[in-house]
């Protein structure tokens, strides 16, 4: 795609970063509204709550209605294009990233031999069959518990992330849940908590008396979506940490990361209700804990035959074949115009300022070379750590 892509792939990213943040942060906003709404001094007519607050020089007084107000004002405003453009500039990140660049970023061959329709038919349908599956729980009498729900969708994701990681490359599957998530959570407002507001709305318009399920569908839906928010975050941020996606077990670690947002969001929802259950906090943070140890002992790098530390010669051998394609200060891997993370192994002392990254992603993962498209044995790997960690002695 050329450098062009590359600024098409940065002003998509930035459109993503800015919806994301308004849709949860409105998210977020009004479960706290909701969880301080406080029966009217006043009593008034079909009114259940209402909040007295104070920002930036001036006060503010918000009501909330059983249902519905009795007429409808001229201007009503609409939380909905925060969570569509999230959607649709995430899923043109996913596309520009893991469908264009499907040979380099999303297949892996040592898995499964794949072309690129084939990664991006699976890829799709993933995501569809995901939102199947979801709206089958939500219907059923699963959905009638949060809790039960929960359960239930944890361990249909980490099934998912658990066969994806089994198909593409680590990161491409990581991505691939991620976008199970947001897509459920966009259809939840697009399918469910817009369309029913409209039904209200008409209906008040046309002066019926509003179905209060409908409320209750749509409340259902923002609840998942308030839960779902610290998981999808962790999945948007997980491509900086090799540690995590590009580990053994990695599925299980994204299951559990994800486990801590919903807890840690959980401790806040509580919180905003005037519950106050630190032990809470305590256990997210104690699990948080108990991966980060787990993840380093089911990393530990490849061992290298004994003997005498590799040569820089043998090792100058080894980063040509498998590395050099792409950080070199000119690349000729196809799709890659710069150097990733402007990393130019040309020289030993360049390795060597560059080996605690090596180290995580081409010794204890095989996140690089991507996809493993040269073929870097484990002996190779093992090869390479050796020589990393003899010439980090004293450093």
Request: hydrophobic share 50%.
């Amino acid at each position: 795609m050329g450098e062009w892509g590359d600024w098409a792939k940065l002003a998509v990213h930035w459109v993503h970063l800015i919806a994301g943040i308004a849709w949860i942060g409105s998210s977020f906003y009004f479960m706290w509204l909701d969880s301080h709404l406080r029966p009217p001094v006043t009593p008034r007519d079909g009114v259940s709550g209402e909040l007295w607050s104070v920002h930036s020089g001036g006060f503010y007084q918000q009501h909330k209605f059983s249902v519905a107000p009795a007429e409808m004002p001229e201007q009503l405003h609409w939380f909905k294009w925060e969570a569509y453009w999230t959607w649709i500039s995430g899923f043109l990140l996913l596309s520009l990233i893991f469908y264009v660049g499907a040979q380099t970023n999303l297949i892996d061959r040592a898995k499964l031999p794949l072309d690129q329709g084939q990664a991006i038919l699976i890829g799709v349908g993933a995501i569809a069959g995901s939102l199947i599956v979801y709206e089958g729980l939500c219907r059923s009498v699963v959905g009638r518990n949060l809790a039960v729900f929960g359960i239930a969708w944890l361990v249909y994701l980490s099934l998912a992330a658990f066969v994806l990681t089994r198909i593409f490359s680590d990161l491409g599957a990581f991505m691939h849940v991620g976008a199970i998530i947001g897509t459920v959570m966009a259809a939840n407002v697009f399918f469910v908590i817009i369309p029913n507001q409209k039904k209200v709305v008409a209906q008040v318009l046309a002066g019926q008396t509003p179905d209060p399920r409908l409320g209750k569908q749509a409340k259902q839906r923002s609840v998942h979506n308030n839960y779902m928010t610290l998981p999808v975050l962790f999945v948007m941020i997980s491509n900086h940490y090799p540690i995590i996606f590009a580990a053994p077990l990695n599925w299980l670690w994204l299951a559990a990361l994800g486990v801590i947002g919903a807890t840690i969001r959980h401790f806040f929802n509580l919180k905003n209700q005037g519950v106050v259950r630190y032990w809470i906090l305590f256990v997210a943070f104690l699990l948080f804990f108990a991966v980060a140890a787990l993840n380093q002992t089911a990393r530990q790098a490849p061992v290298a035959p004994a003997g005498a530390a590799p040569s820089y010669a043998e090792i100058r051998t080894l980063v040509d074949r498998h590395c050099s394609m792409c950080h070199a200060g000119k690349p000729t891997h196809p799709g890659i115009t710069a150097p990733p993370n402007g990393a130019v192994f040309d020289s030993e002392a360049a390795l060597r300022a560059h080996a605690p990254q090596i180290l995580e992603r081409a010794v204890k993962s095989d996140n690089m070379p991507l996809g493993n498209e040269t073929g870097m044995t484990a002996a190779e790997r093992a090869k390479l750590g050796a020589w990393i960690q003899a010439n980090s002695k004293g450093d």
